[in-house]
């Protein structure tokens, strides 16, 4: 498409959402990527014109305090000290907020109030389910503290290509019009597994675009090999955001890489108006600390894409979680099997789209089906959704498999119809108990305890120094990997005198 052309109706600069710091470490480096290592970088980042930094939610919550050591509510009130002007966004889950299950209203009400005083202004808000009953504790909040709500659709397939009896082109703009009326600020496609194909982007934006006034934001991993040019075709159909990382945080499983799609629309009324040089000289500053996660990269094949997602439809993070399952039950050469039944345990259990936590749910049925039979054991978590416990699925679930599944169910062999959080307890009161002989405990602390009610506490007694923090969550040094680099390299160099001697 020429410059002089229409651009879908949208002849102004396209504008980029940087997720390096986000959603590029948690794709790439199982999200453990330090704040001490995201600060300079976040600097340069507050000079150049993004939209949005992502700089918090999803696995970052978990892993900081399961993992890292870190107080989660910390890392984006120093991040602020030094980028001053970009807003901050982070990726909620809805009901679910940054766990695995939907917490109680009062839970969530408490959690987006915290955010905000943390200093989160974009929230970036999805449901597994797509059900968006699930959104309104959390957009009454966003909404009662001035912040921008970005209304999210989680995109799904069950064809290559958009279309077929669910996810077509109608049940998108079906759920965006829901969304409107929700008041969002911004419209989210989230592609969470990069099947997007170009012209589906295409189609589906401009539709979108004719349809909403609400500007539309496109989300889409590089798993597949298709989101930079699902991202062009996309600019071209007038998408006024989309989402890219810094080059050496982006491609596999991450994202596409800004440097190259700034060039692509230079000089056209797309262009992005941010500056190649400075996106190069933040990627020197990654470079310098990247070794450090390097442990947590996995380039398990030659090929820097999953061509194989285009076949299965599974999520790069999940085919992790299915491998680590089969190796523990020594079955991995069933994995082929596991794929085929992912398909299959989808649609008996109402085709939910596969992301946290649909997929790891999905993913643990189907294992369980392969290895001891169909539903001879079942989750709690697929009890759940069968129930209703997660929200509405896009279709109806297998009326017998959900029967065999509710059989003995402790809430009852009946499936639900409300919202989810209207059948849950208030629970804050549990997490301040947890917490209330932990000396200096805040509301912070608080909340961490009731996102995670048994690492999330262990998380505060560490962080108040009545346990220890175990010598794992200190992490590596440049330090340390420089000796480890100067030790492997003085075993090439004997291995090589060896050799040379026979």
């Given at each position: 498409?020429?410059?002089?052309?229409?651009?879908?109706?949208?002849?102004?600069?396209?504008?980029?959402?940087?997720?390096?710091?986000?959603?590029?470490?948690?794709?790439?480096?199982?999200?453990?990527?330090?704040?001490?290592?995201?600060?300079?970088?976040?600097?340069?980042?507050?000079?150049?014109?993004?939209?949005?930094?992502?700089?918090?939610?999803?696995?970052?919550?978990?892993?900081?305090?399961?993992?890292?050591?870190?107080?989660?509510?910390?890392?984006?009130?120093?991040?602020?000290?030094?980028?001053?002007?970009?807003?901050?966004?982070?990726?909620?889950?809805?009901?679910?907020?940054?766990?695995?299950?939907?917490?109680?209203?009062?839970?969530?009400?408490?959690?987006?109030?915290?955010?905000?005083?943390?200093?989160?202004?974009?929230?970036?808000?999805?449901?597994?389910?797509?059900?968006?009953?699930?959104?309104?504790?959390?957009?009454?909040?966003?909404?009662?503290?001035?912040?921008?709500?970005?209304?999210?659709?989680?995109?799904?397939?069950?064809?290559?290509?958009?279309?077929?009896?669910?996810?077509?082109?109608?049940y998108y703009l079906a759920k965006a019009k829901e969304l409107e009326a929700m008041g969002a600020d911004s419209i989210c496609i989230k592609d969470m597994a990069g099947l997007i194909a170009p012209y589906d982007a295409y189609e589906l934006v401009a539709a979108l675009k004719?349809?909403?006034?609400?500007?539309?934001?496109?989300?889409?991993?590089?798993?597949?090999?298709?989101?930079?040019?699902?991202?062009?075709?996309?600019?071209?159909?007038?998408?006024?955001?989309?989402?890219?990382?810094?080059?050496?945080?982006?491609?596999?499983?991450?994202?596409?890489?800004?440097?190259?799609?700034?060039?692509?629309?230079?000089?056209?009324?797309?262009?992005?108006?941010?500056?190649?040089?400075?996106?190069?000289?933040?990627?020197?500053?990654?470079?310098?600390?990247?070794?450090?996660?390097?442990?947590?990269?996995?380039?398990?094949?030659?090929?820097?894409?999953?061509?194989?997602?285009?076949?299965?439809?599974?999520?790069?993070?999940?085919?992790?979680?299915?491998?680590?399952?089969?190796?523990?039950?020594?079955?991995?050469?069933?994995?082929?099997?596991?794929?085929?039944?992912?398909?299959?345990?989808?649609?008996?259990?109402?085709?939910?789209?596969?992301?946290?936590?649909?997929?790891?749910?999905?993913?643990?049925?189907?294992?369980?089906?392969?290895?001891?039979?169909?539903?001879?054991?079942?989750?709690?978590?697929?009890?759940?959704?069968?129930?209703?416990?997660?929200?509405?699925?896009?279709?109806?679930?297998?009326?017998?498999?959900?029967?065999?599944?509710?059989?003995?169910?402790?809430?009852?062999?009946?499936?639900?119809?409300?919202?989810?959080?209207?059948?849950?307890?208030?629970?804050?009161?549990?997490?301040?108990?947890?917490?209330?002989?932990?000396?200096?405990?805040?509301?912070?602390?608080?909340?961490?305890?009731?996102?995670?009610?048994?690492?999330?506490?262990?998380?505060?007694?560490?962080?108040?120094?009545?346990?220890?923090?175990?010598?794992?969550?200190?992490?590596?040094?440049?330090?340390?990997?420089?000796?480890?680099?100067?030790?492997?390299?003085?075993?090439?160099?004997?291995?090589?005198?060896?050799?040379?001697?026979?």
């Open positions: 498409m020429s410059a002089d052309q229409d651009w879908g109706g949208n002849p102004t600069p396209l504008k980029v959402m940087d997720l390096t710091l986000r959603d590029g470490t948690q794709s790439l480096f199982a999200t453990r990527m330090r704040t001490e290592d995201m600060i300079a970088v976040a600097e340069m980042m507050d000079e150049v014109g993004f939209w949005a930094m992502e700089v918090w939610g999803g696995a970052t919550f978990d892993s900081m305090s399961r993992f890292l050591g870190e107080d989660p509510w910390e890392r984006p009130r120093t991040l602020r000290k030094y980028a001053k002007k970009t807003p901050f966004s982070m990726l909620l889950r809805g009901q679910n907020l940054v766990g695995y299950r939907n917490y109680a209203d009062d839970v969530a009400k408490e959690f987006v109030d915290l955010s905000c005083e943390a200093g989160i202004n974009v929230f970036r808000t999805f449901d597994a389910l797509n059900d968006f009953r699930n959104f309104e504790t959390v957009v009454e909040r966003i909404k009662a503290n001035g912040q921008h709500f970005q209304g999210t659709i989680c995109y799904s397939l069950t064809e290559r290509r958009m279309g077929g009896p669910v996810f077509n082109l109608k004719k349809q909403c006034k609400a500007p539309i934001h496109l989300h889409s991993h590089y798993t597949s090999g298709m989101a930079s040019m699902s991202m062009l075709k996309a600019a071209e159909a007038g998408v006024d955001i989309i989402d890219c990382c810094l080059a050496p945080f982006a491609l596999r499983t991450s994202h596409p890489a800004v440097e190259p799609i700034i060039v692509a629309l230079e000089g056209t009324p797309r262009d992005t108006g941010l500056s190649l040089k400075a996106m190069l000289k933040m990627g020197e500053e990654l470079e310098k600390i990247a070794p450090k996660y390097r442990d947590y990269w996995m380039p398990n094949q030659m090929s820097v894409i999953d061509t194989g997602v285009l076949v299965h439809q599974v999520p790069g993070g999940m085919i992790s979680n299915l491998v680590s399952q089969l190796k523990e039950a020594k079955a991995l050469h069933r994995l082929p099997e596991v794929y085929a039944e992912v398909a299959v345990a989808r649609t008996e259990m109402g085709t939910p789209p596969l992301v946290t936590p649909t997929s790891q749910i999905v993913g643990v049925q189907a294992v369980l089906n392969v290895l001891f039979g169909k539903y001879k054991m079942v989750t709690n978590e697929t009890k759940g959704i069968l129930y209703g416990l997660y929200g509405k699925t896009p279709t109806e679930p297998d009326p017998e498999v959900r029967r065999k599944a509710l059989k003995k169910y402790p809430r009852g062999s009946e499936p639900i119809t409300c919202r989810p959080a209207d059948v849950i307890e208030p629970e804050l009161h549990l997490a301040k108990d947890r917490v209330k002989d932990i000396p200096g405990a805040d509301k912070f602390d608080v909340m961490t305890a009731a996102i995670y009610d048994i690492t999330g506490t262990q998380f505060v007694k560490i962080k108040r120094g009545v346990e220890p923090m175990p010598p794992a969550m200190k992490g590596k040094s440049l330090e340390d990997v420089a000796a480890e680099d100067k030790i492997i390299a003085e075993c090439r160099k004997q291995a090589k005198e060896a050799l040379a001697k026979k």
